[in-house]
């Protein structure tokens, strides 16, 4: 049993590498500016994106919720704001015919739209944790299923906004962790998959910028009434110390640039690490050798020291390619 589950992933990751060329007939939709979908616009990251890709000559729809925050957005140039709760599925299919009606076709969709639960998980409730997968996981699935056409027709690109909690986990940090790892596993598989429509994927994993998300997520604790007392005080007391703390991290310019890239350059990167320090940076990396050693010390199957350096060489010439 398990070797046959060891053959079916392995076949998997072959299949990544061996996707076969285009079968979608390119559809130039106009010669106007290049669409691009902004999901989560309002504030933070997704309204930096917004505003960078709009002032670079893309015309942004620019996904909101709030009718004070679509007012907002319709006031940038290049921009019109567009009614969007990536869990509500009438919105997400209204959305797709105001983009289809427009006539300009969609080159590019940016699912940034997320929230962040911090919770022990054996005390949080069930609907709390559907409600962190919904946004974070859900939404982006859906939203990009409903565009799919559109995408394929204009050879286009989806960017997705990960996180270095897509690497990283630890205590209270569960339920955003899960859900950024599963953005993960999504953008990986996804990107194999569009390769044939010639559709790029790339996800950018920001690190900590200064944004709404700390803010929301302690006013949800508190609408819930959530106190720090019991097993988990120290632990809750620092995340929401963090919470407050990103509000005084730098802004998320460089988020918007690395999305700029992923929509822009002829070859984009899967992955972009965007983080404000080199701190950020090895953390992300430490982890990641944290489980490779994990993997291989002590295991029925391991590899000696020189062969994980020659896999770690092999990957980043492949990489760099
Ligand atoms: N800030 C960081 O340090 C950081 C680090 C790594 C990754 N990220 C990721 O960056 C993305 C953007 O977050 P942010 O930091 O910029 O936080 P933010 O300022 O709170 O922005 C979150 C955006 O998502 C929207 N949103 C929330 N729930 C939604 C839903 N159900 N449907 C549609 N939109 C929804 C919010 O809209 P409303 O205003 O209507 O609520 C807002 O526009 C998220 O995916 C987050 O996980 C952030």
Redesign the pocket.
């Known amino acids: 049993m398990r070797n046959r589950a060891a053959v079916w992933v392995v076949a998997a990751m072959v299949a990544v590498g061996s996707i076969p060329g285009g079968t979608v007939a390119s559809a130039q939709v106009n010669d106007g500016p290049r669409a691009v979908l902004v ?8 309204r930096k994106i917004t505003e960078v890709l709009a002032a670079r000559g893309y015309f942004v729809y620019a ?4 009718a004070q ?1 679509m007012e907002a957005l319709n006031r940038i140039k290049n921009v019109q704001a567009i009614r ?4 509500v599925p009438s919105e997400i299919e209204a959305a797709v015919t105001t983009v289809e009606k427009a006539g300009r076709g969609l080159y590019g969709l940016v699912n ?5 639960v911090i919770m022990p998980l054996i005390e949080i409730d069930e609907d709390d944790l559907k409600f962190q997968l919904d ?2 996981v859900f ?1 982006p699935y859906r939203v990009t299923k409903a565009f799919s056409k559109l995408l394929i027709a204009s050879k286009g690109r989806i960017v997705t ?1 990960g ?2 909690s897509g690497f990283v986990s630890g205590s209270m940090s569960g339920p955003y962790s899960m859900s950024k790892h599963a953005v993960e596993a999504f953008v990986d598989a996804l990107a194999a998959e569009m390769a044939r429509f010639d559709v790029k994927v790339s996800v950018l994993e ?4 200064q ?3 700390g803010k ?1 997520l302690l006013a949800r604790m508190e609408a819930k009434g959530r106190t720090f007392e019991g097993p988990y005080e120290q632990d809750m007391r620092r995340i929401a110390d963090f919470a407050k703390g ?1 509000s005084r ?1 730098a802004e ?1 310019d460089d988020v918007a640039e690395a999305a700029f890239a992923a929509l822009s350059d002829p070859h984009p990167k899967l992955r972009y690490l965007v983080v404000p320090n080199q701190g950020q940076a090895d953390l992300t990396l430490r982890k990641l050798f944290q489980t490779v050693a994990e993997l291989n010390l002590g295991q029925k199957y391991s590899v000696s020291r020189d062969s994980l350096v020659a896999m770690l060489d092999k990957a980043l010439a492949e990489t760099g390619r």
Not at 63 to 66: D, E, I, L, T, V
Not at 206 to 209: A, I
């Open positions: 999901t989560g616009a309002s504030s933070g990251i997704g996904g909101a919720r709030k925050d969007l709760d990536v869990t940034n739209a997320g929230v962040a946004v974070n939404g906004t996180s270095l920001p690190g900590n910028y944004t709404e998300i929301s990103i991290d998320p």
